[in-house]
């Protein structure tokens, strides 16, 4: 694709112009039917309640979030005392509950339930803690679901229970530090198998989070921790048996318990985000603390003013690896003698840069809405997938990802994991069309262990004399394969813009061509053009879903037609070769009646000038003038570098004939709504979200 498009305009000269978008200040998202689960079911389904719904079906599906798996990671998904992993209520029915009496019912039933909460419900009394029992999912509709003035209490036992999406608040009662009214948000004593994850707990009266008495194999992950005395306490035994995973939370306005972890044999805490937020009236007093007889790894976190940022009693262990300390002050401390241990042999993770996890955490923490508006599904169980192992030590399978690509059968059934060794793969990679279920994935620690990269662009000649390469051929990765999935590593294009003058600068890192494209945790690294999304042909459906990923490029990097997300994810601008600062983000070519390309809860900036990026611009592909190409960018936080007219033509043709549009962006570059910057409305953006761009297709890790 070239930076200056061809000028034909064809019919367009004579077009008529589209209804335009009505602009306006954007109001706050509705969450109507955000997660969509309930509706009309089967009135069969037991135990009846009129103000709930359920499902007939045995096996639901327990959650729809964006860029979240269904299933738990850390600890929680280890197989232990019993419990393969944390599933939640998966195996039993789904329900949607509106009333205390509807919730209660049924997370206190013995049988598993997926329970949707999908209103603000007040706990009466206050300070009211549910006592869940095994085998449950409790999640929020969007960001309707509200528990306030209350919480949850698992007991002694209590296992396979998952807590996502909900926004708990408001149980404190005047006085902080509050012994006489112990009403917490989250409290655990001696449960196993939990997973608390996208959630916002906040203003409590005792801790927003105790986890106690050994409960055991816990992820807490993604949660907004704030407005409290104690944010997470873990003990209040003198047992070292514990193990415990804390990632990517962003905890804030609180004064201790951040958390304080006593006599756990194995705690994992990674990418948090720790603030003290200046001008407050809560002031911390410590971060994470290791104490007692604790064994912490503490990675790749980041503190904000926090006092006492790292402490460590004189018994325990605390490992530390890779943390940011800004404006902190007091205590930093690290050192034990407990056993080394390595989380990676527990489980699988991806570590993010520390830099970046302010902004990946204002941006991904707390209750999402929707990825896909669905029913309840019939759970199937897919066949085991074959691991193919690639190292370029000669220590795997095979050498290079392309032979293993090659190596898959024509036309498998079933999925294929290339597992790729850390190292950097110099090859072009390209899966067929033959060769579905597809996954590339790095096996290193970070997704920077693993790089395939090569440096063909627009003009580069081919090695067997036949010319040379177009632009979606100077790819480095091409997937032509449907359901194709890649995590925890690099793709680049590396073309070497300055030495290579004489031809185009167009230099594709990834093209994909196919539907239901799945990257999680993934690094797209280019200058023009780094990720082409492309379809099979204009009638052609192709779908990518993008998150917990980074997007780096300068110009029109990332383009194409087809119904593209880029979610909870940072899209990083970069100045071109020569060190100047001009570029556009997006090049849509969509095919009218379809969607093209959505970039939502997310961050985008870079180490750019102000005010020289283009959010986008209108491609209409050999100026074809049936196209309609889109960009909707959402819910995302913008820097400085975006220009306040962010949107801008192409080839003759006027962007504002075409669909491009804003909606609750935050951040230098945002702006207020105008003829040269639409703003969707409430009701526009409820038909524009994750779920309207995937339609039936829900990603999951496989």
Same mark, same amino acid.
């Given at each position: 694709?070239?930076?200056?498009?061809?000028?034909?305009?064809?019919?367009?000269?004579?077009?008529?112009?589209?209804?335009?978008?009505?602009?306006?200040?954007?109001?706050?998202?509705?969450?109507?039917?955000?997660?969509?689960?309930?509706?009309?079911?089967?009135?069969?389904?037991?135990?009846?309640?009129?103000?709930?719904?359920?499902?007939?079906?045995?096996?639901?599906?327990?959650?729809?979030?964006?860029?979240?798996?269904?299933?738990?990671?850390?600890?929680?998904?280890?197989?232990?005392?019993?419990?393969?992993?944390?599933?939640?209520?998966?195996?039993?029915?789904?329900?949607?509950?509106?009333?205390?009496?509807?919730?209660?019912?049924?997370?206190?039933?013995?049988?598993?339930?997926?329970?949707?909460?999908?209103?603000?419900?007040?706990?009466?009394?206050?300070?009211?803690?549910?006592?869940?029992?095994?085998?449950?999912?409790?999640?929020?509709?969007?960001?309707?679901?509200?528990?306030?003035?209350?919480?949850?209490?698992?007991?002694?036992?209590?296992?396979?229970?998952?807590?996502?999406?909900?926004?708990?608040?408001?149980?404190?009662?005047?006085?902080?530090?509050?012994?006489?009214?112990?009403?917490?948000?989250?409290?655990?004593?001696?449960?196993?198998?939990?997973?608390?994850?996208?959630?916002?707990?906040?203003?409590?009266?005792?801790?927003?989070?105790?986890?106690?008495?050994?409960?055991?194999?816990?992820?807490?992950?993604?949660?907004?921790?704030?407005?409290?005395?104690?944010?997470?306490?873990?003990?209040?035994?003198?047992?070292?048996?514990?193990?415990?995973?804390?990632?990517?939370?962003?905890?804030?306005?609180?004064?201790?318990?951040?958390?304080?972890?006593?006599?756990?044999?194995?705690?994992?805490?990674?990418?948090?985000?720790?603030?003290?937020?200046?001008?407050?009236?809560?002031?911390?007093?410590?971060?994470?603390?290791?104490?007692?007889?604790?064994?912490?790894?503490?990675?790749?976190?980041?503190?904000?003013?926090?006092?006492?940022?790292?402490?460590?009693?004189?018994?325990?262990?605390?490992?530390?690896?890779?943390?940011?300390?800004?404006?902190?002050?007091?205590?930093?401390?690290?050192?034990?003698?407990?056993?080394?241990?390595?989380?990676?042999?527990?489980?699988?993770?991806?570590?993010?840069?520390?830099?970046?996890?302010?902004?990946?955490?204002?941006?991904?923490?707390?209750?999402?809405?929707?990825?896909?508006?669905?029913?309840?599904?019939?759970?199937?169980?897919?066949?085991?997938?074959?691991?193919?192992? /690639?190292?370029?030590?000669?220590?795997?399978?095979?050498?290079?990802?392309?032979?293993?690509?090659?190596? /898959?059968?024509?036309?498998?059934?079933?999925?294929?994991?290339?597992? /790729?060794?850390?190292?950097?793969?110099?090859?072009?990679?390209?899966?067929?069309?033959?060769?579905?279920?597809?996954?590339?994935?790095?096996?290193?620690?970070?997704?920077?262990?693993?790089?395939?990269?090569?440096?063909?662009?627009?003009?580069?000649?081919?090695?067997?004399?036949?010319?040379?390469?177009?632009?979606?051929?100077?790819?480095?990765?091409?997937?032509?394969?449907?359901?194709?999935?890649?995590?925890?590593?690099?793709?680049?294009?590396?073309?070497?813009?300055?030495?290579?003058?004489?031809?185009?600068?167009?230099?594709?890192?990834?093209?994909?061509?196919?539907?239901?494209?799945?990257?999680?945790?993934?690094?797209?690294?280019?200058?023009?053009?780094?990720?082409?999304?492309?379809?099979?042909?204009?009638?052609?459906?192709?779908?990518?879903?993008?998150?917990?990923?980074?997007?780096?490029?300068?110009?029109?990097?990332?383009?194409?037609?087809?119904?593209?997300?880029?979610?909870?994810?940072?899209?990083?601008?970069?100045?071109?070769?020569?060190?100047?600062?001009?570029?556009?983000?997006?090049?849509?070519?969509?095919?009218?009646?379809?969607?093209?390309?959505?970039?939502?809860?997310?961050? /985008?900036?870079?180490?750019?000038?102000?005010?020289?990026?283009?959010?986008?611009?209108?491609?209409?592909?050999?100026?074809?003038?049936?196209?309609?190409?889109?960009?909707?960018?959402?819910?995302?936080?913008?820097?400085?570098?975006?220009?306040?007219?962010?949107?801008?033509?192409?080839?003759?043709?006027?962007?504002?004939?075409?669909?491009?549009?804003?909606?609750?962006?935050?951040?230098?570059?945002?702006?207020?709504?105008?003829?040269?910057?639409?703003?969707?409305?409430?009701?526009?953006?409820?038909?524009?979200?994750?779920?309207?761009?995937?339609?039936?297709?829900?990603?999951?890790?496989?």
């Amino acid at each position: 694709m070239s930076e200056t498009r061809s000028t034909s305009r064809g019919r367009s000269r004579h077009r008529r112009r589209r209804t335009a978008l009505v602009v306006g200040v954007p109001l706050a998202l509705t969450s109507a039917g955000a997660m969509a689960y309930g509706g009309v079911f089967g009135a069969d389904a037991q135990p009846k309640a009129s103000a709930a719904s359920t499902t007939t079906s045995a096996r639901a599906a327990s959650s729809a979030l964006a860029g979240v798996t269904d299933v738990a990671n850390g600890f929680a998904s280890v197989n232990a005392l019993g419990q393969n992993g944390t599933y939640g209520g998966r195996d039993g029915q789904t329900v949607t509950v509106k009333t205390l009496a509807d919730l209660e019912r049924y997370a206190t039933a013995s049988e598993p339930y997926v329970i949707v909460v999908a209103a603000t419900i007040n706990m009466d009394p206050v300070g009211k803690e549910i006592k869940v029992q095994s085998d449950k999912t409790i999640i929020g509709s969007g960001t309707s679901g509200q528990i306030v003035g209350g919480g949850f209490f698992l007991g002694q036992g209590v296992h396979n229970v998952i807590i996502r999406n909900l926004t708990i608040r408001d149980a404190y009662q005047g006085v902080w530090n509050d012994k006489e009214h112990d009403f917490d948000g989250i409290q655990m004593d001696g449960a196993h198998h939990v997973w608390i994850d996208h959630n916002d707990i906040r203003h409590m009266a005792d801790g927003l989070i105790d986890s106690r008495k050994d409960t055991t194999y816990l992820t807490v992950s993604w949660n907004k921790l704030s407005q409290d005395n104690k944010a997470f306490g873990i003990g209040w035994t003198e047992n070292t048996t514990a193990d415990i995973t804390i990632h990517h939370n962003w905890i804030r306005e609180t004064e201790q318990r951040n958390p304080s972890t006593d006599n756990v044999a194995h705690a994992h805490l990674y990418n948090n985000f720790l603030e003290d937020e200046a001008g407050t009236t809560i002031k911390s007093s410590y971060g994470n603390y290791s104490r007692g007889k604790t064994d912490m790894v503490l990675e790749n976190s980041y503190f904000q003013g926090m006092t006492n940022p790292v402490v460590r009693d004189a018994t325990a262990t605390l490992v530390q690896r890779g943390n940011v300390f800004s404006g902190t002050s007091g205590k930093n401390e690290s050192g034990g003698t407990g056993a080394a241990w390595d989380p990676k042999t527990y489980y699988a993770y991806t570590l993010d840069k520390a830099a970046d996890v302010p902004a990946l955490l204002k941006s991904g923490a707390g209750p999402r809405s929707s990825l896909a508006k669905a029913t309840a599904t019939t759970k199937t169980t897919s066949a085991a997938a074959t691991t193919i192992t /690639v190292a370029a030590d000669g220590s795997g399978q095979y050498r290079t990802v392309q032979a293993a690509v090659n190596a /898959v059968p024509a036309n498998n059934a079933s999925r294929v994991v290339i597992s /790729v060794k850390p190292g950097t793969y110099r090859e072009l990679v390209k899966v067929p069309s033959n060769k579905p279920h597809v996954t590339i994935q790095g096996s290193g620690g970070s997704r920077k262990d693993t790089t395939i990269v090569y440096n063909n662009a627009s003009g580069t000649p081919k090695p067997d004399g036949s010319g040379t390469y177009g632009t979606g051929g100077s790819a480095t990765v091409a997937v032509d394969a449907a359901d194709f999935q890649a995590r925890n590593l690099t793709i680049s294009n590396d073309f070497d813009e300055a030495a290579h003058q004489d031809i185009a600068n167009q230099a594709v890192a990834l093209r994909t061509s196919s539907d239901k494209v799945f990257l999680d945790g993934v690094i797209i690294s280019g200058d023009q053009d780094t990720l082409l999304v492309d379809t099979a042909s204009k009638d052609k459906l192709g779908r990518v879903y993008i998150t917990n990923s980074y997007v780096i490029g300068n110009t029109d990097f990332i383009f194409g037609r087809a119904t593209a997300v880029i979610d909870r994810s940072v899209i990083t601008l970069k100045k071109r070769w020569n060190g100047t600062s001009a570029g556009y983000v997006t090049a849509p070519s969509t095919a009218a009646n379809r969607k093209g390309i959505l970039i939502a809860n997310s961050t /985008v900036s870079g180490d750019v000038s102000d005010r020289s990026f283009y959010l986008g611009r209108n491609w209409h592909a050999g100026g074809d003038a049936t196209l309609d190409p889109q960009t909707t960018i959402r819910n995302t936080t913008l820097s400085a570098a975006i220009r306040t007219t962010p949107w801008s033509d192409m080839g003759g043709f006027s962007w504002k004939d075409d669909r491009f549009a804003e909606y609750k962006n935050t951040g230098a570059g945002s702006g207020a709504a105008s003829s040269d910057r639409p703003i969707l409305t409430d009701a526009q953006a409820a038909n524009q979200e994750i779920a309207d761009w995937l339609g039936d297709w829900t990603p999951s890790a496989s």
